[in-house]
């Protein structure tokens, strides 16, 4: 289905907040041209963006592709070869997203993601760095949610030897993992502290 909008602000707002599978903009936009649009949308989304002008000079060309284009169009052109074009791109960009998700191991649990294969975590859409065993650790609770886990447990799981009373380390890490993921870390809303026995992820 092909959805248009006319004005450049209303075309803008519905592709930052709806879903779409390619973009076509006109550069000669009413309100906000097809640049900004260009610009603002290539921040937040990976779509494909075609781009149409009149304009055949070489700077808006490049301006466009600057600006995260994939593609630029003079007019005129036949409708063949727009329609060409945009196959060609949905095509690419679907063998992009099915590569993407079948090469990263993915956890998302309640506003986290973690990318396993990257090694990276986001907290409500905002990267948060973490050392090696803390993202060892969170990934661990993360897999096995609702299990409760002594720390001599967790020790031996993240760090792969016998606590040998070396458990405060465990506690140290899940204190900082909780600086970075919970709101209100004197209220946790992801890894509970069961006492007496351990923690837990809770989902």
């Given at each position: 289905m092909v959805e248009i909008e006319t004005r450049g602000d209303l075309g803008l707002k519905r592709a930052k907040e709806e879903?779409?599978?390619l973009l076509i903009l006109d550069l000669m936009l009413p309100e906000v041209d097809g640049f900004e649009i260009c610009r603002q949308v290539r921040e937040v989304k990976n779509?494909?963006?075609i781009m149409v002008s009149a304009k055949k000079e070489d700077i808006d060309k490049i301006h466009g592709l600057?600006?995260?284009?994939d593609d630029y169009i003079t007019k005129p052109f036949s409708p063949s070869e727009m329609v060409a074009r945009v196959k060609a791109h949905l095509a690419r960009y679907e063998r992009l997203v099915t590569a993407t998700a079948v090469k990263n191991d993915l956890v998302e649990i309640r506003g986290i993601k973690i990318d396993k294969t990257a090694r990276?975590?986001?907290v409500n859409g905002e990267e948060k760095n973490f050392t090696n065993k803390e993202f060892d650790l969170l990934t661990f609770l993360a897999e096995n949610p609702n299990h409760v886990f002594t720390k001599d447990e967790l020790f031996r799981e993240i760090?792969?030897?016998?606590?040998?009373?070396?458990?405060?380390?465990v506690t140290v890490h899940i204190k900082k993992i909780r600086e970075k993921i919970e709101y209100n870390?004197?209220?946790p809303q992801y890894i509970e502290t069961i006492w007496g026995v351990g923690y837990r992820f809770k989902v």
């Open positions: 879903e779409f599978d779509i494909p963006i600057g600006m995260g284009a990276r975590v986001w760090w792969d030897m016998e606590s040998i009373g070396d458990i405060a380390t870390t004197a209220k």
